[in-house]
């Protein structure tokens, strides 16, 4: 019902403050991260992952990304340490990224984007009883941000590429059972943190977000796979494939980028 926001000309990242006033809030995301400039912080530990227990659900086209959820109902999957007073619980990740040849992530360090960035989501089931009670609290999300940059193939990627002939229209999900996103990770944790919100509307200003600074390698052959999805339903007449679904670096405002030791 109604217009609905996207990343097109009239209903992308520069409309979204008409519905959703927030977007020119003090604590927007993505940014640029300078890392001349981050602080580096002693008190900051590093991070950890306890996913091998983690249980996938399904994939899913959610007409904005591609989306793979987690079973959140209880702590069997968390990320705690580094700036966060406890853990939070894994819900969900997807991807944002470019056209062919263009630069996809959202956030970018001294002003370079990479080709993609990967969000892993977790909520604050310490401190609210809902993933939607945490979206809309100052501590209620905690998002992992993964560069991925152009290079060889991603020897786990794929098992991600070759469903997604199976969710290629906004509105499909399949099973995808068994997926730890621990594969998807570089070999260094070390990070940079800070305050800001979620990336996409309703831009809620609830996330704590912690960047790695290590990007994981896919191959051009891989990421154009994620460009056959579709931002539309399979019913709509206009088909528009899904690319350049990123926000581009908001505006800083009075904060602090921290940088893990
Ligand atoms: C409902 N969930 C988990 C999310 N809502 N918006 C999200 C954004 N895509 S992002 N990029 O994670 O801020 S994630
Ligand atoms: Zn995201």
């Known amino acids: 019902t109604g217009h609905h926001w996207g ?6 990242p520069s409309a979204w403050h008409r519905q959703y006033p927030v977007a020119k809030g003090n604590r927007q995301s993505p940014i640029d991260i300078i890392p ?4 580096r912080d002693s008190t900051l530990g590093p991070i950890f992952l306890k996913y091998d227990q983690c249980r996938s659900l399904n994939i899913a086209n959610n007409g904005h990304s591609v989306v793979v959820e987690f ?7 968390v990320v705690l ?21 263009c630069e996809g992530s959202e956030h970018t360090v001294a002003g370079v984007g990479y080709a993609s960035e ?27 941000g993964i560069f991925l940059e152009l ?14 002939y199976m969710v290629k229209f906004k509105g499909s999900a399949t099973d995808f059972k068994g997926f730890n996103p621990k594969c998807l990770l570089p070999s260094s944790l070390h990070y940079w943190t800070y ?19 290590e990007p994981i390698v896919v191959s051009e052959k891989q990421l154009g796979m994620f460009r056959m999805l579709q931002f539309n339903g399979e019913e709509e007449d206009q088909r ?7 926000r581009p670096p908001q505006n800083l405002k009075e904060r602090i980028v921290r940088s893990s030791n």
């Open 7 to 12: 990343y097109g000309k009239e209903d992308g």
């Open 118 to 144: 990967l969000h892993v989501v977790h909520w604050n089931a310490v401190k609210y009883k809902t993933y939607n009670d945490a979206a809309a609290a100052p501590d209620g999300l905690a998002v992992l």
């Open 71 to 77: 079973d959140d109902s209880d702590d069997r999957s």
């Open 240 to 246: 528009m494939r899904m690319e350049n679904n990123f």
């Open 151 to 164: 290079g060889d193939d991603h020897r786990w990627l794929h098992m991600i590429t070759d469903a997604l």
């Open 81 to 101: 340490g580094g700036p966060l007073d406890n853990p939070y619980r894994l819900k969900q990740f997807h991807f944002h990224w470019g056209g062919k040849g």
């Open 36 to 39: 001349n400039e981050a602080r």
């Open 195 to 213: 305050l800001g919100s979620l990336t996409t509307p309703p831009l809620h200003e609830s996330v704590t977000w912690i960047v790695l600074k």
